[in-house]
């Protein structure tokens, strides 16, 4: 039976009604769901620095950020200089870019400018499984795979040491890397490669010399989230560079990141309002500078050097 006039007004009026309420009611929702955001955030930063501010009363910040001891669990005399943490840190980041740039960098060449489409098709899935691996396989990855092959080409390396687990450190930022410098160099017009090969440039001439620059900010940010996400590494360097907090540059010994020594106190080592307890919000309000440092950078490094086509 057909419906009459008067029925399919109503049924129009109420999804009119409906549509409505829901465009009023989504921007609502938005608003809601970003003030939450902040919000979080606001409340990170606001557990951290009130924390960091109690473990200052009891050490001094110049014997925090300029010390070279950390023995924080010495009962006469404890020490409370953060340089050895960072020099981990900065230690794994480093051999993590060694490895993780150049791989990356030729990997979104290949796929940008000499794969064929369905090569790509596979490559870029297999990158995006490698970048799935959860961080403790690659963390036992590190520990009981990379450490053995190392030590058949040096002989005296320590099972815990700062080589083995920067590099599969690096290895876990290369899908990173490449898929962001990859989608810069993508976004470079085909006119400007097809006229470099019209002017007789090889297609590596054209990768090198046009693709590169005109990508330039993509790569260099895609690099810079790289280095965070490698100063913020935490299972992998908790399960293959050990704990020993060291003031050096030594890829071959045992130490100690950030990020481990906040899992290492976290884990029951230490009573809760104990100074070594408020430690960690200290090296994690400095992990926390550290990679908002980063990210500003890349922000900036984006808007430098962002190619307008």
């Given at each position: 039976m057909s419906k009459s006039v008067k029925d399919l007004m109503n049924e129009k009026s109420s999804r009119q009604k409906s549509l409505q309420f829901t465009e009023k009611a989504m921007p609502l929702f938005f608003l809601v769901c970003a003030i939450i955001s902040i919000l979080t955030t606001f409340g990170i930063v606001f557990t951290l620095a009130k924390e960091t501010f109690t473990f200052f009363n009891d050490v001094p910040i110049l014997e925090f950020l300029t010390g070279k001891e950390w023995y924080p669990f010495f009962k006469n005399d404890p020490s409370f200089g953060i340089l050895p943490l960072l020099s981990g840190t900065f230690l794994i980041a480093g051999v993590a870019m060694l490895v993780a740039v150049p791989l990356g960098l030729a990997s979104a060449i290949y796929l940008s400018e000499y794969a064929t489409e369905r090569t790509r098709?596979?490559?870029?899935?297999?990158?995006?499984?490698?970048?799935?691996?959860?961080?403790?396989?690659?963390?036992?990855?590190?520990?009981?795979?990379?450490?053995?092959?190392?030590?058949?080409?040096i002989p005296n390396l320590p099972i815990f040491n700062a080589l083995s687990p920067g590099i599969v450190v690096g290895i876990m930022i290369i899908p990173q890397i490449t898929s962001l410098s990859e989608e810069a160099m993508g976004a470079v017009p085909n006119a400007m490669r097809e006229g470099a090969l019209a002017l007789g440039a090889t297609r590596l001439e054209v990768a090198l010399k046009v693709i590169l620059p005109g990508s330039l900010s993509g790569i260099i940010s895609s690099i810079v989230l790289g280095i965070s996400r490698a100063v913020g590494e935490t299972m992998i360097v908790s399960t293959a560079a050990g704990s020993t907090p060291k003031f050096t540059l030594d890829v071959t010994e045992s130490i100690q990141t950030m990020t481990s020594y906040i899992v290492q106190v976290s884990m029951g080592d230490a009573t809760y309002g104990s100074t070594i307890y408020y430690s960690i919000y200290a090296v994690g309000m400095t992990l926390f500078l550290f990679t908002l440092l980063m990210n500003l950078l890349a922000n900036y490094v984006s808007r430098r050097f962002r190619e307008e086509y």
């Open positions: 098709k596979i490559v870029k899935p297999v990158l995006e499984v490698l970048a799935g691996v959860p961080t403790v396989v690659y963390g036992l990855f590190a520990l009981t795979f990379v450490t053995p092959l190392l030590q058949t080409f």
